[in-house]
């Protein structure tokens, strides 16, 4: 049996002033930095294997305080970030002598990126419901196959995180190994709407805390048998 354990970045600045988000790559506010370390201390009695994150920087930034502040949950291994480990143009120049059992990699991918947000990035959530009307953005922000104006559906989201967890994250967990995976309320949504087989119907309820660990426990047939939320 193997732990995945899924988070969402701490609160972002655009996060703290309300505004949509999706690609638009925003860092940490101060109180998202303080919201990874508390998710750092909450995983100390944990050991992760391997981290993945999306590309953008507040899932990273999540990643890396998690695994550096109470740094237990590493095992005394050291975090290496894997910039372009995917590209076949990569030439390994961050290669280096060593043991390569002492690295932690975090594996970066686009595939975990938010739901992009299209013409709606930028925009400030309460304004665009004035103007739009409550429901209709609610539809783009929480239905399952609504697409915001220019940008992807949660269906659109899902059929790029779900593959890539399946095919990159499950190997790992499948051997056993634990694994950290820091990513977006929606693109970890679109996740958790595989894992806990919830139904377009279900999933505009499913609301994701910033900072917040998911722990699954998993067999090596891929099958969850427990999930706890790491709440106050
Ligand atoms: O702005 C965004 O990218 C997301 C996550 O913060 O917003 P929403 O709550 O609408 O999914």
Redesign the pocket.
Known sequence: MAQLILLRHGQ?L??ASN??????DVPLSERGRAEATIASCKLRNYRVQVCFTSMLMRALETAVICLTECDEICGGKIPIIKHNADDPQWQGWDQYGGNVNDELPIIPSAALD??Y?GN??GLN?AETAEKYGEDQVYL???SFSERPPGGESLEDTMNRTVPFFKDRILAHIKQGENVLVSA???SL?SILMYLDHLSPEDVPQL?LK?GVPIVYEIDAKGEVQSKVILND
């Not at 505004?19 to 638009?24: A, I, N, Q, S």
Request: positive net charge; charged residues 35%; without cysteine.
């Open positions: 972002s655009w996060n505004r949509f988000t999706g690609w638009v938010e739901r947000y709606l990035q959530k783009w922000r929480r977006h309320g929606n949504r609301e910033t």
